[in-house]
């Protein structure tokens, strides 16, 4: 009922940008917090940021003041501006939102399937 599609991901030298977005699709009445999280290899998910509808965002401390997440309700999407991107920043990246489909529905978490950013020389 709902998907969710990554881009932006790709191959970065170290101290480089990239841009993730991730827009929602299908049946949609209000979408709560949007977030990205990310998976190295071998490692467990972990939450890299989060923002919520109204209100301030949140980061994980490795990434603060290198990283920004933003929303744009109108379209359904989150994006994560990544800079001074770091080797141990590498990892699949999923963005993740709480979506409720209908009055009467309660809210959802709803994944994207993940895009791979690899920051190597």
Known sequence: Q??????GGGLVQPGGSLRLS???????FRIGNMGWYRQARG??????AR???????????????????????????VYLQMNSLKP???????CNMGVVISTGYSL???WGQGTQVTVSS
């Open 51 to 77: 923002i919520p509808r109204g209100g301030a965002a949140n980061y994980v401390d490795s990434v603060k003041g290198r990283f920004t997440i933003s929303r744009d309700n109108a379209k359904n999407t």
């Open 108 to 110: 959802r978490d709803y």
């Open 22 to 28: 991730c827009v929602a699709s299908g049946r949609i």
């Open 43 to 48: 490692k467990q998910r972990e939450l890299v």
């Open 2 to 7: 709902v998907q969710l599609v990554e881009s």
């Open 88 to 94: 141990e920043d590498t990892a699949v990246y999923f």
